[in-house]
């Protein structure tokens, strides 16, 4: 067990009496060095999370602790926190190199101490010519970089990060994901990061915490979260996914990870298999397939297989991305391109999965054993 | 557009060259432009400029305190003043006033003015309102209400005189005191006002970002807020030392005549003296003292990047 570099324990933040709480009750921690996502749907309550924990909003209730003391309390200023936002916030009335400094200004640093360490941020950030530019003349990517590099220059204990993609463009953003990300790890710093890019959180994130109406739903790896969706909301959120309704028949022995293999029925398809927690026999859950992992098949196959048919056909390259009918049902599906040309509109196409990639969502149950 | 019309081929013409087509719109664009503006032009130039002319002849005119008006040209109406120490004394004390009252009502403004601007409130138009609302009374009803206030016998003093604090009336009325109190009053609405719409440049989150870099609060204000602000503190500060350097009831009424400002030395060589030609030098001189103050408040302003 790795020490953690902060732990939020029932950290609950209620904007008034009687209405619901905007953060319900959160308890998380975060390793040293980590880079950990809080992603959500807008109004979830992850910038409120954040900005507990940078001391600009007070807890209701809930405590924050870094390094193992209690922090709550301490006004903002003397937290060390290094906060970059959403729109950045760089002081208008100072050039570049001001703002980089006013953190070290603060702290007393004495001058030669303090241009060494401007020009060294900059340096990280590969904006050390820009020293001088008044703040006004860069632009919304070199800003943002300066903004990091402001948060950096004091060795902040946790690097907070607020949406710090959103105001950028399109291809920009890709490339300050990496920046980013590759600066966290050289720099070593812990960082909470507020998204609502689910692309984002699973690109960067050594851990994502997905966040819904004011708790965390799941809090795990990139990997875990889009394999092992514990809720719903989850599988829902993260990526495209493919829901059935599944009564869960027999356990048919261990699978990987501690996991067991199930047979289901699913309803109106028939009897596929697929893997969960053990001890789900008997009940009925929600399962989730995900799209790439849907395969669709023009000529009926073996086994069961789900019937439909297809409705859209759009050509990725290395496959074929199918949207198809099968009763109520619209699914999104995929099928290799070598086989057998592209198929029409119209036709008819069966899908079918590898037991090992349906999961049975635990949070899901529906009815309980019979 | 006749012309383009009644030939046809203009627009479509072979031998146009580039760009003719755009300094004909342009063209077209500075007429309508100039038309709509002709109106304030035009009442600006009957009402301001051309009186304005007048008093500046109307300095150089030979007269004196007899109400007599010779056309001429002196320049004994500037020479006098200038070298007359009491003249040098009531120019000091006016620009002394202007910028008392001017720093004392930025700084009792200022507050009210940042409350307004950032306030989320559903009241905040009504409150704004409130705060402005002392215009919808004239200056002279308000400067009465000043005179019962701060009277021998008026609020200040006998509540004083209650608790026991004076046995003897503070002097607050008659003198520069009870003028700068009055007048820093009645000056709040607009310098909250121009405060207020020189509170833009600036966003919590500056302040929010100052702090989680390690500033303290007052800190903050130092180092972020007031910059910030500073240009909206500098066009406040500039409207009040003007409005009150050129104000004359209030330091007629509260000064009760002990206070001689140019605006009310202005007065009484108008209406008492009937000296028009040694007025007008004095309002021309006042004039003068504007225009260095706004010289020197847009280079100041230049010099903070507004």
């Given at each position: 067990m790795n020490t953690s570099k902060l732990s939020i324990i029932d950290l609950t933040k209620r904007y008034a009496p009687g209405l619901d709480p905007a953060v319900d009750c959160l308890s998380m921690s975060v390793q040293e060095g980590h880079l950990v996502a809080l992603l959500g749907p807008s109004g979830c309550g992850k910038t409120t999370t954040l900005r507990m924990v940078a001391g600009l909003m007070d807890p209701t209730a809930g405590?924050?602790?870094?390094?193992?003391k209690d922090i709550t309390q301490t006004p903002v200023h003397q937290r060390g926190m290094g906060m970059v936002f959403q729109s950045y916030a760089l002081f208008p009335h100072m050039d570049v190199a001001q703002n980089v400094a006013f953190g070290l200004q603060m702290r007393k640093v004495g001058a030669k101490e303090q241009a060494r360490r401007v020009t060294e941020a900059l340096d990280l950030v590969?904006?050390?010519?820009?020293?001088?530019?008044?703040?006004?003349?860069?632009?919304?990517?070199?800003?943002?970089?300066?903004?990091?590099?402001?948060?950096?220059?004091?060795?902040?204990?946790?690097?907070?990060?607020?949406?710090?993609?959103?105001?950028?463009?399109?291809?920009?953003r890709e490339t300050m994901r990496t920046e980013i990300r590759s600066i966290q790890q050289r720099t070593g710093a812990t960082t909470l990061f507020v998204t609502h890019d689910q692309d984002e959180a699973l690109d960067m994130a050594d851990r994502i915490a997905v966040m819904n109406a004011g708790i965390i739903e799941q809090y795990g790896p990139p990997s875990e979260v889009y394999e092992r969706p514990q809720t719903h909301f989850v599988a829902d959120f993260i990526g495209q996914a493919n829901f059935f309704s599944a009564a869960v028949l027999s356990d048919d022995g261990a699978a990987t990870d501690g996991e067991r293999s199930y047979t289901v029925d699913v309803e109106g398809f028939g009897r596929f298999g697929a893997v969960g927690a053990s001890g789900l026999a008997g009940s009925t859950h929600e399962i989730v397939v995900r799209p790439h992992r849907l395969k669709a098949v023009l000529r009926q196959p073996?086994?069961?297989?789900?019937?439909?048919?297809?409705?859209?056909?759009?050509?990725?390259?290395?496959?074929?991305?199918?949207?198809?009918?099968?009763?109520?049902?619209?699914?999104l599906a995929q099928m290799p391109t070598s086989s057998s040309g592209i198929p029409?509109?119209?036709?008819?196409?069966?899908?079918?999965?590898?037991?090992?990639?349906?999961?049975?969502i635990p949070g899901t149950a529906q009815g309980g054993t019979q | 557009m006749s012309t383009a019309?009644?030939?046809?081929?203009?627009?479509?013409?072979?031998?146009?060259?580039?760009?003719?087509?755009?300094?004909?719109k342009a063209k077209r664009d500075r007429r309508t432009y100039l038309a709509l503006l002709a109106p304030a032009v035009l009442g600006l130039f009957v009402s301001f400029v051309l009186p304005l002319i007048y008093m500046i002849r109307m300095s150089f005119n030979e007269g004196g305190p007899d109400g007599v008006v010779e056309e001429g040209f002196t320049l004994q109406h500037y020479i006098d003043p200038l070298t007359d120490p009491f003249f040098w004394q009531v120019t000091l004390d006016t620009f002394r006033m202007g910028v008392v009252v001017g720093v004392l009502c930025v700084v009792v403004s200022y507050p009210v003015a940042m409350f307004l601007a950032r306030s989320t409130s559903k009241y905040k138009g009504l409150l704004t309102a409130a705060a402005i609302a002392p215009l919808l009374t004239s200056a002279v009803v308000r400067t009465y209400g000043w005179m019962v206030i701060l009277g021998d016998n008026g609020l200040v003093n006998s509540s004083l005189k209650g608790m026991g604090l004076i046995t003897e009336p503070l002097k607050l009325t008659n003198n520069m005191t009870g003028v700068t109190i009055g007048l820093v009053e009645i000056f709040m609405p607009y310098a909250i006002l121009a405060m207020i719409s020189g509170f833009g440049r600036l966003s919590p989150q500056l302040e929010e970002a100052a702090s989680s870099l390690g500033a303290s609060k007052f800190k903050v204000f130092l180092r972020v807020t007031l910059p910030l602000t500073l240009p909206g503190v500098l066009t406040a500060f500039l409207m009040v030392f003007v409005l009150s350097i050129s104000t004359f009831i209030t330091p007629r009424l509260l000064g009760?005549?002990?206070?001689?400002?140019?605006?009310?030395?202005?007065?009484?060589?108008?209406?008492?003296?009937l000296n028009w030609p040694f007025a007008a030098a004095l309002s021309v001189i006042l004039l003068v003292l504007f225009g260095v103050i706004v010289g020197v408040y847009q280079r100041l302003t230049r010099k903070i990047g507004a």
């Amino acid at each position: 067990m790795n020490t953690s570099k902060l732990s939020i324990i029932d950290l609950t933040k209620r904007y008034a009496p009687g209405l619901d709480p905007a953060v319900d009750c959160l308890s998380m921690s975060v390793q040293e060095g980590h880079l950990v996502a809080l992603l959500g749907p807008s109004g979830c309550g992850k910038t409120t999370t954040l900005r507990m924990v940078a001391g600009l909003m007070d807890p209701t209730a809930g405590s924050i602790m870094v390094d193992g003391k209690d922090i709550t309390q301490t006004p903002v200023h003397q937290r060390g926190m290094g906060m970059v936002f959403q729109s950045y916030a760089l002081f208008p009335h100072m050039d570049v190199a001001q703002n980089v400094a006013f953190g070290l200004q603060m702290r007393k640093v004495g001058a030669k101490e303090q241009a060494r360490r401007v020009t060294e941020a900059l340096d990280l950030v590969k904006l050390g010519h820009l020293a001088s530019r008044r703040v006004k003349e860069l632009s919304g990517g070199q800003q943002q970089r300066i903004a990091i590099a402001r948060a950096l220059v004091v060795e902040p204990t946790l690097l907070l990060l607020d949406e710090p993609l959103s105001n950028l463009d399109a291809k920009l953003r890709e490339t300050m994901r990496t920046e980013i990300r590759s600066i966290q790890q050289r720099t070593g710093a812990t960082t909470l990061f507020v998204t609502h890019d689910q692309d984002e959180a699973l690109d960067m994130a050594d851990r994502i915490a997905v966040m819904n109406a004011g708790i965390i739903e799941q809090y795990g790896p990139p990997s875990e979260v889009y394999e092992r969706p514990q809720t719903h909301f989850v599988a829902d959120f993260i990526g495209q996914a493919n829901f059935f309704s599944a009564a869960v028949l027999s356990d048919d022995g261990a699978a990987t990870d501690g996991e067991r293999s199930y047979t289901v029925d699913v309803e109106g398809f028939g009897r596929f298999g697929a893997v969960g927690a053990s001890g789900l026999a008997g009940s009925t859950h929600e399962i989730v397939v995900r799209p790439h992992r849907l395969k669709a098949v023009l000529r009926q196959p073996a086994g069961t297989a789900i019937e439909g048919v297809i409705e859209r056909v759009s050509y990725t390259g290395d496959s074929l991305s199918l949207g198809v009918r099968a009763g109520e049902k619209e699914l999104l599906a995929q099928m290799p391109t070598s086989s057998s040309g592209i198929p029409q509109i119209g036709e008819k196409a069966y899908l079918s999965w590898d037991a090992a990639d349906a999961f049975i969502i635990p949070g899901t149950a529906q009815g309980g054993t019979q | 557009m006749s012309t383009a019309t009644r030939t046809g081929q203009v627009p479509a013409g072979p031998g146009l060259a580039p760009g003719v087509l755009e300094k004909a719109k342009a063209k077209r664009d500075r007429r309508t432009y100039l038309a709509l503006l002709a109106p304030a032009v035009l009442g600006l130039f009957v009402s301001f400029v051309l009186p304005l002319i007048y008093m500046i002849r109307m300095s150089f005119n030979e007269g004196g305190p007899d109400g007599v008006v010779e056309e001429g040209f002196t320049l004994q109406h500037y020479i006098d003043p200038l070298t007359d120490p009491f003249f040098w004394q009531v120019t000091l004390d006016t620009f002394r006033m202007g910028v008392v009252v001017g720093v004392l009502c930025v700084v009792v403004s200022y507050p009210v003015a940042m409350f307004l601007a950032r306030s989320t409130s559903k009241y905040k138009g009504l409150l704004t309102a409130a705060a402005i609302a002392p215009l919808l009374t004239s200056a002279v009803v308000r400067t009465y209400g000043w005179m019962v206030i701060l009277g021998d016998n008026g609020l200040v003093n006998s509540s004083l005189k209650g608790m026991g604090l004076i046995t003897e009336p503070l002097k607050l009325t008659n003198n520069m005191t009870g003028v700068t109190i009055g007048l820093v009053e009645i000056f709040m609405p607009y310098a909250i006002l121009a405060m207020i719409s020189g509170f833009g440049r600036l966003s919590p989150q500056l302040e929010e970002a100052a702090s989680s870099l390690g500033a303290s609060k007052f800190k903050v204000f130092l180092r972020v807020t007031l910059p910030l602000t500073l240009p909206g503190v500098l066009t406040a500060f500039l409207m009040v030392f003007v409005l009150s350097i050129s104000t004359f009831i209030t330091p007629r009424l509260l000064g009760g005549g002990a206070v001689q400002v140019l605006a009310t030395e202005i007065y009484d060589q108008t209406t008492g003296l009937l000296n028009w030609p040694f007025a007008a030098a004095l309002s021309v001189i006042l004039l003068v003292l504007f225009g260095v103050i706004v010289g020197v408040y847009q280079r100041l302003t230049r010099k903070i990047g507004a």
